[in-house]
T-cell receptor, first 114, second 113 residues
Framework: EPEVTQTPSHQVTQMGQEVILRCVPISNHLYFYWYRQILGQKVEFLVSFYNNEISEKSEIFDDQFSVERPDGSNFTLKIRSTKLEDSAMYFC????????????FGDGTRLSIL | QKEVEQDPGPLSVPEGAIVSLNCTYSNSAFQYFMWYRQYSRKGPELLMY????GNKEDGRFTAQVDKSSKYISLFIRDSQPSDSATYLC?????????????FGGGTRVLVKP
């Protein structure tokens, strides 16, 4: 069964550094998403992406964050100048273009900011 | 009022019992309702999704949606220790494809052998 894959599984970064989280969505999906989950809290929406542009973003997704589809298979989340509070699990998801079709998630990248 | 609420649990049941999970929401724009299962340190895994009110069954899982009371349920029959996980409800609006999911905080379930 096709799946969403994310790399790395764990990223440790010094505060203030830039980090790039990578995702390979399911191949025939055209909507891509990033969510995050701070330890012990609920999964929160960050951003959705379609046709090479952001469809929707949350208040969390400020100028510190950016997303990109650098090629036909990868989808990335860049966090500039990381802060301690950016420590969380970051999940990538993808879905096809039919309204109401579910989103499929990867196993996440655990980001630890020191 | 939180947009999507779930009892955090833990809900502890003996193996073979029926697990009953509930979720309430406040946004009447939600039209699609997803249930995900999440194991520790893993991503949400899709279990079921339904549109509008009614019931949907898939194997040991039954999802119910009552839009009039903004109440969603998931039932797991013949529960197994492998069902021990956190269950997340995640409604979605109908505005367009690619709508965000709004997650509840999840209910932790423990199925004891």
């Amino acid at each position: 069964e096709p799946e969403v894959t994310q790399t790395p599984s764990h990223q440790v970064t010094q505060m203030g550094q830039e980090v790039i989280l990578r995702c390979v969505p399911i191949s025939n999906h055209l909507y891509f998403y990033w969510y995050r989950q701070i330890l012990g809290q609920k999964v929160e929406f960050l951003v959705s992406f379609y046709n090479n542009e952001i469809s929707e973003k949350s208040e969390i997704f400020d100028d510190q964050f950016s997303v990109e589809r650098p090629d036909g298979s990868n989808f990335t989340l860049k966090i500039r100048s990381t802060k301690l509070e950016d420590s969380a699990m970051y999940f990538c998801a993808s879905s096809d273009t039919t309204v109401g079709q579910p989103q499929h998630f990867g196993d996440g990248t655990r980001l630890s900011i020191l | 009022q939180k947009e999507v609420e779930q009892d955090p649990g833990p809900l502890s049941v003996p193996e073979g019992a029926i697990v009953s999970l509930n979720c309430t929401y406040s946004n009447s724009a939600f039209q699609y309702f997803m249930w995900y299962r999440q194991y520790s340190r893993k991503g949400p895994e899709l279990l079921m999704y339904t549109y509008s009110s009614g019931n949907k069954e898939d194997g040991r899982f039954t999802a119910q949606v009552d839009k009039s009371s903004k109440y969603i349920s998931l039932f797991i029959r013949d529960s197994q220790p492998s069902d021990s996980a956190t269950y997340l409800c995640a409604p979605q609006g109908i505005k367009a494809a690619g709508n965000k999911l709004t997650f509840g905080g999840g209910t932790r379930v423990l199925v004891k052998p």
